[in-house]
Structures are given as structure tokens and as C-alpha cells.
């Protein structure tokens, strides 16, 4: 590979040397970058015309922070030993400097960049600048001395909050909080850090060094109140995660022992981290939210994104409400269509609620609540569609109803109009089949809440225009969602995955499992709640429903249970009724019912199954593979049939469509971490012993036979067999 940027050095007539770190398109912190900055810094020492540097970043960025995809590089020559970096480079070479260095920040200044800037003398930085440590969300904590630098400068309560919700701070509160010493417009930022430099020389600013600094810490009793805290609060969050609490350990040790044995610990730390699995893991999960974007055959056709001014959304329904929600938020006018006043006005009062609900929060201020309202239009026809660029269908399920709407759209609406329809099972080519316009029909599954959850799933048919998707690729970054284009097929890629997750906990039920204990185990996993919680809150008609779709398109692996139909025949149909697996209370609180074991029992005689000794007492490690192994079997379905372009893709819709525990890569990455021998052989033997719907998949038993992770490309598996 080649370099990877570099840092520049100007030294002017004044007598400062400006470096400017160059390394585009975030300025990251690669080892070239900090050789280089090393040299300049070296040499402009050794040099009697500077007196004193400044350091910033190349196009109004000053750093993103260390090269992340640096990580993995496992002996590099620059790393001689822990502590090299931020010890003698950073502190002792940069910090101790017999020259004062000021940085000047523009844009970003995260993890190793920020670090970086604390190690200066002082900080000047643009209002709107980004400052923060968000090492943590990697796995690894902040490794070039944050962690004893930033409570130093911020005090320890703030500086945990920064680091443990790894949220950055805008240059205007970093200066309230003393993390930088001055706001500066853009324009006159480096100018006014020369000058800052300069006045350190002359005496007239206090020089500065933050490891040093004592002012802003707590007295140590406190301090050790916050620390202690500070670990119940990551113990409750994360309790699958050590690193928060290794970061915490860090930073009691510089408040107790002195700030360098905080950096010798710091640097110790962060060797094991950056080694661990979940470090592997999320580092994984930040390459492929970026990857989802980028699509062979489409986005590297050269096509520009065309300007969508209107958007028109038909039904107001919870996701219609949402959907519309979240692109008003994002400054698109919308055109709301129902069918008649009453729901029109209960579609609007929906998105009202949804706006007020973060104002309420914080999230929002009155003025862009109001802003957001005004962007919104009610409508009963099709009269204003004329100049809409896209619409989105959000009506209720039924194919015909929806043929006819499309066959409408085409007549209404312009010609370059984006026809798209947020279905989350039916075929889009049947709902375009009454048009003449299949290049332009799209679907845009969003999840629900739609303007809270994160995946947007951009679902292309074999007639769907590159255009299109281009386009909503931008839309979707926008209104600050993660894409994932998928193909066509029954549920698509998230929906379709997942189905297995309900079913086999139908299955492990009836064969005489726990309903409660499999929740929790699941739910221990890391997944924001079990099958049965999620079936709960889902609601058993959307659950029949989508089932059907199932048993109708693949037969012969839908597991076949009437436990769900039998609960809702009682009027037990999920968290909106206050009873189905569980009983809810008035806060929705779900408890337990004992009940429920009759429905089970009534179930198991319909469909002749009796109870299995064996998975009634299912230890922990089972049910964890036996729930989530046939979703790893029909992701490799999915892979297999081209529906998802790479497997990262699917990594990135588990994580944001279901909430698998991103800490675990996704479901393949994870999935690999055991081996595709190992899952082959397990649910082969469950097949046999349990039936079809563990059966493993060509593609999946193609990869076990030959060893070849789930996650490498298809023709690499293919040209192996
Ligand atoms: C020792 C130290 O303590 C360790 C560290 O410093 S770890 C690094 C800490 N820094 C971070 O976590 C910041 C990570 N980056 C980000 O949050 C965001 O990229 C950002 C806020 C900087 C920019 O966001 P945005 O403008 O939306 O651009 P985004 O698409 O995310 O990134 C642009 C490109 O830069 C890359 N990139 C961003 N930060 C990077 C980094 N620190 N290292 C390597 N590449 C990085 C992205 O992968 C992406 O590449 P692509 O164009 O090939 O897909």
C-alpha cells in the first residue's frame, strides 16, 4: 500500500512553524502521518528561527483520530513497544517540547486527534468543530493519553460522560468546559493560534501543560465516588463489555497514582484491546456501515444523485407517520395522502407527536419543531402530486389495493417520478405489474418506529434503474439512515433472516424448552429483547401475517406452529392487548404467566410433537446456537441466492434492523467466529432429530465442506468447490 498521508511544515517570519497534518478525507492519525509530523517536529526544534508551531489540519479538518484501519497491522515497525506513541512521542517529545505548540481546530478533532490537541499547549477552535474521544463505540479505550489528559481538562465527570457515551462536544461547549482556551471564526483560526503561540513565548498566556494540570479534578474522595458510579452505570449498559470498565480502571489509576502511571497503564490497555474480539468486531462494524454504500454495478457508474425536492407519502399510519417523520426532520417538504379526513388528521397528529416526543426529550428546539410542521401537507388526492420527485407507499398489505395504487401513481405523477413502496413482505414486482413504469418502482423498507430506527432497506428488482438507487442511497444519508440495497424476494434480507429467530423458539417451546428462559438467555446474548418479547411487541397479526407469507413461499423450512394462532384466538395478541407470551402491566411493564403453559400443551397435541428431555434442560451455549444458527442458515440463503451483495451488508442489517449485539460483528461475522464446520455439523444434527427447518443450506454446507468463512465473497467459495 502506499503512503497514507503525510503532515506538512511551514515556518513563517514571525518565527512559527505551522504543521498541517495531510491525510484526506478525515486527516487520520496512519503511521506515516505521525512519522512524518515526528520529523517536522525534530527538525523545527534544532531550528533557531522557531520559536513556537501550531498544528492543524489540511481542508477544515483537524484529525479523525488514529487510522483505524491501522488496527490490525500486527507488529508494525513503528511500534516498538507499548507507551512509544504516547509516552515518548506524544508527551515526552511534543508536550515536554522546550518550543510551545498550540493547535488550531476545524471540523474534527476525535479520539488520537483530540488527543493530540490536549497534548498542546493550548487550544483554539471554530464554534462548530466536533471535539471527543469515541474510542470506546471501537472497542479499545483512547490510547494517546485521553484518558488521563481529557479529565485534567474537563474534570472526571465530564470526561467519563465523553468517553463512555463516546458523544463529541461542539467547539463552543468544549470552550465552556476549558477543553479549548478560545473560539475563532474558520478564516482567522490559524492566524489567531500563530499569535496565541507567540504571546506563550513572550509570557503574556500561561504555558500549559494539561497531563500536569490539577485544577479542574475532583478531590479524591469524590473523584472515587464518581469512578465508582461510572462502573455501575457501564456495568448496567454494557455488561457483556470489559472495555469500559478497563477505561475506568485507567483513569483511577492517573487520579490516584499520578498521571504517568496512568499512561504506562493506558498503553498497556490498549495493546490487550486492540487485540480483543470486540475490538475486531466493532472496528468491522465501522468499515461496513460505510461499505453498505457502495454497490458494484451502481454506485460505480459515475451517476449523480438527481434533486429530490417533494416527497409524497401515502398513509398515515404508524410507519407512513414515521417515515414522513423522519424527512421532515430532514428539511423535505412532504405531501401527506389518505384516504379520508379523519385518518388524514390522525396521520398528522401522529407526526405531531412524534416531533413533540423529542421535544420533549431535548432533542429538538420549538423553532425547527415548527419548521418541521410547516414542511408538512395533508392531502385526499392525487391533485398535488404533480411536481412530486418521489413517493413512498406506506398503505396496509394487500397486493390488489396496492397494484392499484401504483397503476394511479403512474397516471399522477411526473414521469421521473420515484415510485417506491415500504412493504415489507410482497413482491415488488407483482405490486408494479399494472405499470408500465418498473425502472422506477423501488422499495423503501424502513423500520418501525421509522424515525428512530437506523436501516433503511433499499430493496432493487432485476428492472429497478441504477438511477433510482443512487438516488435513494443519498436520501437515506440525509435523513441519517444506514442503506443496504438487497434484492427481491419474500421479507428481503432483514425480515427474511430473522424469521427463523421466532420460529425456533416455537420449536425449542414446543419440544419442551421455556418461552421465559430462552428470552433471557437471548436477551443476556446481547439482543434488545428474546423472540418472544419481540413477537409481543410485534403483534400477533402482523406475526400470522408475515407467517403465512413464510409457510407460502418456503414450505418445506417454516416451522409450523399453532401457538401464536391458539393465544390469539383468546384475544391474547401481543403488548397492545396486555397479554400474549406475557401479561403487561399499565406501564407495559411484561411479567410472566402461567397461563400460558395450557396454550403450549394445546399446541404441542395439534402438532404431535411430545416433549424432548434433551431441550428441556438446554443449557445456556444451546440456546443461544439453536435460536440463532438457522438465522445464520438463511443469511447464508440469502447470500447464497445474490439477495445481499456481500455478507458484511447482512452484518450491518442484523445489527441495525434487529439489534444483534454489534459488539459481535453481525450475524456472519459472528457466525465465522465459531467456523462454518462447527454450524454445519449442529444444525445437520438437529435436522435429523428436529426436522427440515434446521436444515443447512447448499451454500452454507458448500463452506463447511471446504472450511471457507460465510463471510468470503461468493466466487471464492464457488471457484474452491
Ligand atoms: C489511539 C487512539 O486513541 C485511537 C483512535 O484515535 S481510534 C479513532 C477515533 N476516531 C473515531 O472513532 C472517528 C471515526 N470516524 C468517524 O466517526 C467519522 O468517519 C467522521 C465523523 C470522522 C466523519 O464522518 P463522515 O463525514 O460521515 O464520513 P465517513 O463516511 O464516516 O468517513 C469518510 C471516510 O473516512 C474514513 N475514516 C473516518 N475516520 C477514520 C479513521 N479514524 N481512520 C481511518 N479511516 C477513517 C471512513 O472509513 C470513510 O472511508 P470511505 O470513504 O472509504 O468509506
Known amino acids: 500500500m502506499g503512503s497514507r ?23 487520520s492519525l496512519s503511521y506515516d502521518v505521525l512519522r512524518s509530523l515526528k520529523q517536522n517536529f525534530d527538525q523545527a526544534l534544532g531550528r533557531d528561527d522557531v520559536k513556537a508551531f501550531v498544528v492543524t489540519g489540511a481542508k477544515g479538518k483537524f484529525s479523525g483520530g488514529f487510522d483505524i484501519s491501522a488496527f490490525g497491522d500486527e507488529e508494525p515497525k513503528e511500534r516498538p513497544k507499548p507507551g512509544w506513541l ?10 515536554a517540547a522546550r518550543k510551545p505548540l498550540v493547535a488550531a481546530i476545524d471540523g474534527l478533532a476525535l479520539g488520537g486527534g483530540l488527543e493530540l490537541a490536549m497534548a498542546c499547549n493550548a ?47 461542539k467547539g463552543k461547549e468544549a470552550f465552556s468546559l476549558g477543553l479549548v482556551d478560545g473560539l475563532m471564526s474558520p478564516d482567522d483560526l490559524v492566524k489567531a493560534a500563530r499569535q496565541w503561540a507567540l504571546d506563550i513565548v513572550g509570557h503574556r498566556r500561561p504555558w500549559i501543560a494539561s497531563l500536569y494540570k490539577t485544577d479542574k479534578l475532583e478531590p479524591l474522595g469524590e473523584a472515587l465516588e464518581i469512578l465508582k458510579f461510572a462502573r455501575a452505570q457501564a456495568r448496567k449498559w454494557a455488561p457483556n463489555l470489559q472495555h469500559p470498565l478497563v477505561c475506568i480502571d485507567v483513569i483511577e489509576a492517573g487520579v490516584v497514582a ?18 480483543s474480539d470486540t475490538c475486531k468486531s466493532l472496528v468491522h462494524i465501522f468499515f461496513s456501515q460505510r461499505g453498505t454504500s457502495k454497490v458494484p454495478g451502481v454506485t460505480d457508474l459515475g451517476l449523480v444523485p438527481r434533486n429530490v425536492k417533494k416527497v409524497a407519502i401515502l398513509g398515515g399510519g404508524l410507519m407512513g407517520s414515521g417515515i414522513a417523520t423522519a424527512l421532515i426532520l430532514s428539511s423535505y417538504p412532504v405531501i401527506l395522502k389518505e384516504v379520508n379526513e379523519k385518518f388524514l388528521d390522525a396521520g398528522i397528529n401522529r407526526i405531531k407527536a412524534n416531533l413533540q416526543s423529542r421535544v420533549r426529550k431535548g432533542k429538538l428546539t420549538q423553532e425547527k419543531f415548527e419548521k418541521a410542521v410547516s414542511l408538512l401537507e395533508g392531502t385526499l388526492d392525487y391533485g398535488s402530486f404533480r411536481d412530486v420527485d418521489m413517493v413512498i407507499e406506506a398503505v396496509i398489505e394487500n397486493v390488489s389495493l396496492k397494484q ?6 403512474e397516471k399522477y405523477c411526473p414521469p421521473h417520478c420515484i415510485l417506491a413502496s415500504n412493504t415489507s413482505t410482497i413482491d415488488l414486482n407483482l405490486i408494479g405489474e399494472k405499470t408500465k413504469s418498473k425502472d422506477r418502482i423501488v422499495g423503501a423498507h424502513f423500520f418501525s418506529p421509522a424515525h428512530v430506527m437506523p436501516l433503511l432497506e433499499i430493496v432493487r428488482t432485476n428492472k429497478t434503474s441504477p438511477q433510482v438507487i443512487v438516488d435513494l442511497l443519498y436520501i437515506s444519508k440525509k435523513i441519517k439512515k444506514t442503506p443496504v440495497v438487497v434484492g427481491n424476494c419474500t421479507g428481503f434480507a432483514v425480515n427474511r433472516m430473522f424469521f427463523p429467530y421466532t420460529q425456533a423458539g416455537l420449536l425449542l417451546v414446543e419440544h419442551g424448552a421455556d418461552v421465559y428462559q430462552i428470552d433471557e438467555v437471548i436477551s443476556k446474548f446481547g439482543m434488545p429483547m428474546g423472540p418472544f418479547r419481540l413477537v409481543d411487541l410485534v403483534g400477533f397479526g402482523v406475526a400470522i401475517a408475515t407467517g403465512m407469507q413464510f409457510i407460502e413461499n418456503f414450505p418445506e423450512r417454516t416451522y409450523k406452529s399453532m401457538l401464536i394462532p391458539l393465544l390469539q384466538e383468546d384475544k391474547r395478541a401481543g403488548e397492545t392487548t396486555r397479554k400474549g407470551f406475557y401479561l403487561y402491566d399499565d406501564k407495559r411493564k411484561a411479567s410472566p404467566d402461567t397461563e400460558l403453559k395450557n396454550y403450549i400443551e394445546k399446541a404441542r397435541s395439534i402438532t404431535g410433537v411430545s416433549v424432548d428431555p434433551k431441550l428441556v434442560k438446554l443449557q445456556e451455549k444451546d440456546i443461544i446456537e439453536m435460536i440463532f444458527f438457522p438465522v ?9 441466492e445474490g439477495i445481499a451483495v456481500k455478507a458484511a451488508d447482512l452484518d450491518i442489517s442484523s445489527v441495525m434492523g434487529m439489534g444483534f449485539p454489534p459488539y459481535r460483528g453481525g450475524i456472519l461475522f459472528w457466525a465465522d467466529s465459531l467456523g462454518s464446520k462447527y454450524i454445519y455439523s449442529k444444525l445437520e444434527k438437529w435436522s435429523q432429530l428436529y426436522g427440515e427447518f434446521f436444515k443447512p443450506c447448499a451454500n452454507l454446507a458448500a463452506r463447511a465442506a471446504k472450511g471457507i468463512p460465510l463471510s468470503a465473497p461468493l466466487e471464492q467459495a464457488n471457484s474452491r468447490l
Open 123 to 169: 487550544r483554539l477552535s471554530t464554534p462548530t468543530a466536533q471535539l471527543g474521544l469515541p474510542e470506546l463505540q471501537l472497542g479499545i479505550i483512547p490510547g494517546l493519553g485521553g484518558t488521563q489528559r481529557l479529565p485534567r481538562l474537563v474534570g472526571l465527570a465530564k470526561a467519563l460522560e465523553m468517553m463512555l457515551t463516546s458523544k463529541p462536544v
Open 86 to 95: 504516547s509516552i515518548e512521542i506524544i508527551t515526552d517529545t511534543i508536550e
Open 5 to 27: 498521508g503525510h503532515t506538512l511544515m511551514e515556518v513563517g517570519a514571525d518565527g512559527v512553524a505551522v504543521i498541517t497534518i495531510v491525510n484526506p478525507p478525515v486527516n
Open 404 to 409: 392499484q395504487i401504483f397503476a394511479d401513481l
Open 258 to 275: 499520578g498521571p504517568r502511571a496512568g499512561l504506562w497503564k493506558e498503553a498497556e490497555a490498549s495493546e490487550i484491546l486492540v487485540k
Open 632 to 640: 445464520v442458515n438463511e443469511a447464508c440463503r440469502v447470500l447464497g
